[in-house]
């Protein structure tokens, strides 16, 4: 055997017959791990090319596992293709495609909240129940709340939200100063609610990923205005992500405060009926309206016309409902102690990526926001035994290297569909059902005097025939995050 490239945890070597191959080397598994045989030192790290034939998104879960009805397009596309498995009622494995798409999903979180000033803490899980009684919301929350004690019998429930945590922790710093406002601190972490009917898959789960940001202000006209720019980065980060999401006045439910509005993406199968003005922007959660209004209350000649939404984000003006509940305060210019005005703003971040996958897929074939793909590119090798297999080796080889070497932004990005006992076609189609934005077939081109590779844009439905620079061209262009 005769290595022909050497990058990282594999190589790409050529044996006979001269089909593209794939070996690993001492040092790391092909996954980057490490194994017995330690690299040697100062060995390059660069990352290994993933391998589908390796990847741990498997068909076969689709059956068997806890039993859940399947029950709308994103649940049942994400089962089906490995990347969710149930496991309890509202409960789920995320397996590693859906973590990568969530690991892109919320740096981007990352990005707008920090845009805003947002600073980033983690908080217990496990919360005491002293907390949540001082607010009364112990008993209001009822069955939703998943309660437990500790060895002692102290109670505790398991967050579904934190105001009662984030107001306590702010409040036990005693010299928060006026110059430190806005504060604005947010987590993404796993909440836990007790939903009388968990169902859709990552839609309305028990257990699920949430971002939640809470704003400290001196004022309350400095609220408004931190509730305005938290509005702006929901907005910006929808729109980066291409979902069109409408921002309805909302229902402050238990949470509490006095202006709230969610972030309604359109759906046939969301759960929250929307009341939209053909005439002016109004639009609102009919929960707060009476009830068969058609009229709109702002411009008074538009009609609501009723749709259906799923929630991916709410916003809440709070004023001092926790804050004077908890003595959260900051001194003033005259050094006094006044209660801070806070706000709450949630984004349900496991939410999010099946409600993209539900608007975005056909019934058959996952589609995600570009920036969201668990992977961009695969890469499908020639069947193993065809002529291309045996004599594009040597482009194949060259195609990897050269998008390693010049698109370093796409390192972990590009899988190679290693699967040579499958035809293309087949392979074609598990590409199509998984939604890679693009997928490069190495065919009968890969033969030519300058080697030309078929191109499919999924997200685009075209196809192109490019060389080896064309094709570096256009993946220099592909935004990632
Ligand atoms: P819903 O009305 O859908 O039950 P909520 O109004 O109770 O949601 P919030 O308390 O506003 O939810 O939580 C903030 C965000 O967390 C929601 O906008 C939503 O995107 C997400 N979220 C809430 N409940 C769930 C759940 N059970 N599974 C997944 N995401 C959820
Ligand atoms: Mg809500």
Redesign the pocket.
Known sequence: MQPLLQRGGQRLVRCAPRALTLVRRHGTDGHGRGTDHPAPPGAARTPSVPMVSRMYQPANLREGGQESELTCRSQRLMQQAGLIHPSSP?CYYYLPATVRAMEKLVRLIDQEMQAIGGQKLDMPSLCSAELWRTSERWDLMGKELFRLQDRHGADYCLG??HEETVTTLVAHQASLSYRQLPLLLYQVTR?F?D?PK?RFG?????E???K?MYSFDVSEEAARRTYESVCHAYDMLFSRLGLRCVQVQ?DT?N?GGTLSH??QLPADIG??RLLVCGSCSFSANVETLPSGKTDCPRCHTGTLAESKG?????T?YLGTKYSRIFNATFSNHQNQAVVSEMGCY???????LAAAVEVMSTEEAIRWPGLLSPYQVCIILPKKGSKVAEESGASAEGLVHALQESLPRLRGEVVLDDRNQMTIGKRLKDANRLGYPYVVVVGQGALEETPRFEVICQQTDETMFLSKDGLVDLLGRVETV
């Open positions: 509202g579904p939200t909440k609610r939903e968990p990552l839609l309305r789960g028990r699920f990923y949430m939640d909302a439910g949470i969610e972030f759960e929250d799923i929630e991916v984000g709410h809440f949630g984004l349900g971040v496991t939410r999010i």
